[in-house]
Structures are given as structure tokens and as C-alpha cells.
């Protein structure tokens, strides 16, 4: 996997057959104080080439907050990467939106078929 960035991206392969086929359960675990938390710790997931992954993810109602490590064989931490995502607000309501774009449109259908309506009537006489 070293150097893969820099080879020609035509040469950029990932043999499969050395990956092993696993699956891995991360049980999220209601919070009395309105979250959920979910951990595959101590032992996480294979995840080929002899390195493990260990998850640590929280879920509250407007956020999610994840921690993903990557451990080698030997238990040295390679990776640590926490990934948070957050709501956006305002939420647009699509109703709202979905009638302004109407409007929108309706009003330039009607620009240009006036414009077409005065274009045609010039023509004819």
C-alpha cells in the first residue's frame, strides 16, 4: 500500500485476495443523558495487512461524533481520526422552497410567452 499515491493512477490496484472477508458489530448503547455510544474496543476490527480498527462513535439528536483509530500488529497507533458532522440549520423547509421555485418559473413562463405573444403579433402585419 506504501507508494500507491504515487504510482500512475493505471497502475493503482488493491489486490483483494489478501483482504480478509470480515464483519465487525459496533452496538450503540442508549445514554441516560440523551445520547447514544458505541464502542468495538479493546479488540475493534481487522482490517488486513495485520492493523486493526478500534471505533468509538457518540450520537446525539444534532450531531455525530466518531473516533476511529488504526492500531499494526504490534499495538502501535498508526491512524487516529475523529470525524464529527453536524446538522446544518436552518433546515430549509422544501415546501417553502418548492413554492418559490413555482413562482419562479411561472413568472418567466409568462415574460416569455408575452415576449413571444408581442414578437408574433409584429410579424403578421
Known amino acids: ?67 476511529d483509530q488504526i492500531f499494526n500488529a504490534q499495538g502501535v497507533l498508526e491512524v487516529d481520526t475523529p470525524i464529527k458532522f453536524r446538522r446544518v440549520y436552518p433546515i430549509p423547509e422544501p415546501s417553502l422552497m418548492l413554492g418559490i421555485l413555482a413562482v419562479g418559473l411561472w413568472e418567466s413562463k409568462k415574460a416569455i410567452s408575452s415576449k413571444f405573444k408581442h414578437k408574433s403579433k409584429k410579424h403578421s402585419k
Do not use: H
Not at 14 to 33: A, G, H, R, V, Y
Not at 55 to 60: E, F, I
Open 1 to 67: 500500500m506504501r507508494g500507491l499515491c504515487n504510482a500512475p493512477q493505471s497502475t493503482r490496484k488493491i489486490p483483494t485476495s489478501n483482504l480478509p472477508i470480515t464483519s465487525c458489530d459496533l452496538n450503540l448503547i442508549w445514554q441516560e443523558t440523551d445520547y447514544y455510544k458505541g464502542s468495538n474496543e479493546p479488540n475493534g476490527c481487522p482490517a488486513g495487512f495485520g492493523l486493526r480498527v478500534v471505533s468509538n462513535v457518540t450520537v446525539w439528536a444534532d450531531r455525530i461524533d466518531s473516533l
